[in-house]
């Protein structure tokens, strides 16, 4: 038997979700104010119920109150008694608190290596070339054995890149200076904004975001992203990316499966699409299209379905539209294409009815078993079995301490990695230097000795000619003047004077 769980209705009809084909993806998409969250939170909590694991991003910070039984008032039981729901009762889901601060909830941490040059490119927003050289810098480490684990790898391996253009620019192509202090500078601001804390240890394992509690329940990560949608839009959507991605990588084909492995909600998804570049589009089309044969179903959530590319729209199965303003014209042509995405219903005007919807009211299309479209309904989604709104602080600490995963996440790792290896690499360089200019200036200094010392000995060598020479006259003078005398006698002896 199929299963399935109630999304909402209206006085004639009831709109059934199959969960055989919650991997062909979705969308829940409408203007401000008009219940997107709540729907978001009906889904997460049906899908918990039937055993699914979930990941959500709170960008608001309201969906914490899923961990919290809701209470009625005569809102909720008029529509309970609306859409004729049978034995509805408040309940709490289980939920796992997550927050890449640490405030909210566990840490979240992944490595520079494994979110790759392509998600890192676009988190920097670097020009083409620019983006060949922190190819260049992973191929670099790859082929040196060094681990790229958080910034400072990889500020020293571009520092060393630089050190060494001219012998590295032969095997990885031109280097240039510029582009590394511009990768550089790019790098600061992004660690200004919060980013030297996504990346480091320990990883993100994936097997801890889709786990089951006692009860077979499907435990809801909840992922708080309100300061960091505040400081950096881009590391919250390099973030979602890479975990689709590591998803595809990582988990086994299933084929068809009576209900999913795995569900994500992504909200404000137009953020994963801004100022992408082409490669990174198709990277995320082509993930979205192949992993739903691993069992995951992604749902983007979003202001308007043309914030989707439309290679990606026409892969979503299940489509929630809740009301759209038209005031000016392109948001009447807005209303326009949107209603032509659906599967028409002769008894309902879809364009029109997109206007005219009510908060918590919504134009639904779901795929039947078959996986075809089902006929757009007008439909109030059903209200939530657990609280409308955000726990109190208390609260949420209390859940967070009582987490199976406490004290996993919160003590980080600092293995040796490119950072440790460059630096010990140029302190050996540095002592070598060190020790080959004290050789040198040794070798200086005994070649000084010794020319000294010839000089010395040079100098002795003519003192004592000199003096000898000086002997020698002397002597040849004392030779020449006692011998005219011993002449002079014997010459006077033979005259007789």
Not at 88 to 108: E, I, Q, R, T, Y
Not at 272 to 286: G, N
Not at 432 to 443: D, K, P, Y
Request: some cysteine; hydrophobic content about 40%.
């Amino acid at each position: 038997m199929a299963v399935q769980f109630l999304i909402g209705g209206n006085e004639q009809t009831q709109v059934h979700f199959s969960a055989k084909t919650a991997n062909r993806h979705g969308m829940i998409a409408g203007a401000t104010g008009t219940g997107k969250t709540v729907t978001l939170q009906i889904l997460a909590e049906n899908f918990s119920r039937i055993g699914v694991p979930v990941f959500l991003a709170d960008v608001k910070g309201d969906l914490s109150g899923l961990a919290s039984a809701g209470k009625m008032n005569k809102k909720i039981q008029s529509r309970i008694d609306t859409i004729k729901i049978d034995n509805f009762s408040n309940h709490a889901s289980p939920v796992l608190f997550w927050d890449l601060f640490g405030k909210k909830g566990h840490p979240v941490h992944t490595t520079i290596s494994e979110m790759g040059p392509l998600l890192l490119s676009n988190l920097l927003e670097l020009n083409e070339v620019q983006t060949g050289i922190l190819y260049s810098a992973f191929a670099i480490a790859d082929d040196n054995g060094m681990l790229l684990l958080d910034l400072k790898d990889l500020r020293s391996m571009l520092n060393w890149m630089g050190q060494n253009a001219k012998d590295l620019s032969m095997e990885y192509g031109n280097i240039s200076a510029a582009s590394i202090g511009a990768i550089q500078r790019r790098l600061m601001i992004l660690e200004q904004q919060g980013a030297e804390k996504l990346f480091a240890e320990p990883a993100l394992q994936l097997s801890d975001l889709m786990i089951t509690d006692f009860s077979g329940q499907g435990v809801i990560s909840i992922m708080d992203v309100t300061k960091l949608l505040q400081k950096s839009p881009r590391v919250y959507a390099s973030f979602l990316i890479w975990l689709l991605a590591e998803l595809y990588e990582q988990l086994p084909e299933v084929g068809d499966a009576e209900k999913p492995k795995m569900v994500l909600f992504f909200d404000e998804a137009h953020l994963l699409f801004d100022r992408a570049p082409r490669s990174l589009i198709d990277k995320i089309e082509q993930v979205v299209r192949l992993i739903r044969s691993k069992g995951v179903g992604i749902y983007f959530i979003s202001q308007s379905p043309l914030d989707i590319p439309e290679d990606i729209m026409g892969q979503l199965g299940t489509k929630i539209q809740h009301a759209l303003r038209a005031f000016t014209p392109k948001e009447k042509k807005t209303v326009k294409l949107v209603a032509e995405t659906f599967r028409e219903n002769p008894s309902l005007d879809t364009r029109t009815a997109i206007t005219e919807l009510k908060t918590g009211e919504a134009l639904v299309s779901v795929l039947d078993d078959n996986g075809a479209p089902t006929p757009v309904e007008r439909a109030l989604i059903c209200p939530p079995a657990s609280r409308i709104g955000p726990l109190k602080k208390a609260e949420r600490d209390e859940i967070i301490n009582r987490s199976p995963l406490k004290g996993r996440y919160e003590q980080l790792i600092d293995r040796e990695s490119a950072y440790e290896i460059l630096k010990k690499r140029a302190e050996q360089e540095r002592q070598l230097e060190q020790q080959t200019r004290q050789a040198e200036a040794e070798a200086k200094a005994r070649a000084k000795a010794e020319k000294a010392a010839a000089r010395s000995r040079s100098s002795g060598r003519q003192r004592q000619s000199y003096a000898e020479s000086m002997t020698k006259s002397v002597l040849r003078s004392v030779g020449s003047s006692l011998g005219r005398q011993i002449v002079r006698g014997i010459m006077k002896t033979l005259l007789g004077k």
